[in-house]
């Protein structure tokens, strides 16, 4: 009789394997960087990001997970882009600063053996998520915040930038003289933050969040997307789950532990994302006036998402499908 363990992981495979599992019969050409995703076990790849500078991301995290590199490089590889883009507003250089023109930085990444590594309320280092690699393999520690995080990031190589794009300190200034007090709930007009999960050929998962955070926020104040279990949550045994929207709802709810813990019950990623916003939705009476999206990857590589309102996006390469943004199903 198959253990809890194993019944799960059949279960999972069989509802959705067909997409993943290759049936051996279709010769590799060696022509295209399509037919070189094909690895020996007959996994494919896939890299799965939040929002449309998602397929940037993606681009940059193929070419490793088809040269039989680690998931952990892709996400790592692709998040990076996001965090160098001035034209992304939420994510790294080109982030909204808090109230006080400071752009203070979140990240977290996490890989196929649970190791995790986090830093928040960081500012000056343009890539928080290779921080936060190197907490993850360079110290015992899951998380480093605000000064002690600079102080690792610079004691590690990571060059000292001023962050603040002028676009984001015009942006500052408009803010401060239109509302001056209030910070904008992250909702359907005020998107954020880059999640991105893979699996590389070897059939293993790991996953990256990275943002700027809420626009003129608290001076200090931290969202989901540095908090594993709430913004990014791994488990190679069963799958993946990134999150974005109002970071404050989605800590309430634990959101990627939740999605996760509901695919490790045999739900489909996509079920798994619908109910993790019905929870949101249970735990945040506000919750008309906010985004919160899910996105997750299992690990046979089918995926899911799911929203509140309609707006999130997100983009999903996989071989013979090509990198492409897709919409993603929301509750209102
Ligand atoms: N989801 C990003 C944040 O709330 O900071």
Redesign the pocket.
Known sequence: MPDRRSFLKTSALGAAAAPILLDGCTPDSGETPESDARSETGVRPVALSTWDHGLAANDAAWPILTGGGSALDAVEAGVRISEADPTVT?VGYGGRPDRFGRVTL?ACIMDERGRCGSVAFLQHIMHPISVARQVMEKTPHVMIVGQGALDFALANGFEREDLLHPDAAAAWERWKEENGEVTPR?DVNNH??IGMLAVDQAGNLSGA?T????AF?YHG?????PIIGA?LYVDNEVGGAT??????A?IRAVGCFLVVELMRQGHTPQAACELAVERVIEKNPDWRSIQ?GFLALGKNGDHGSFCIAPGFNYALHAPDEGNQLIDSGSRI
């Open positions: 939420s979140d992250i954020d933050t969040c943002t700027s955070g809420a926020k104040r931290v969202g989901d997307s913004g999150a974005t929207g109002w970071g404050e989605v919160v």
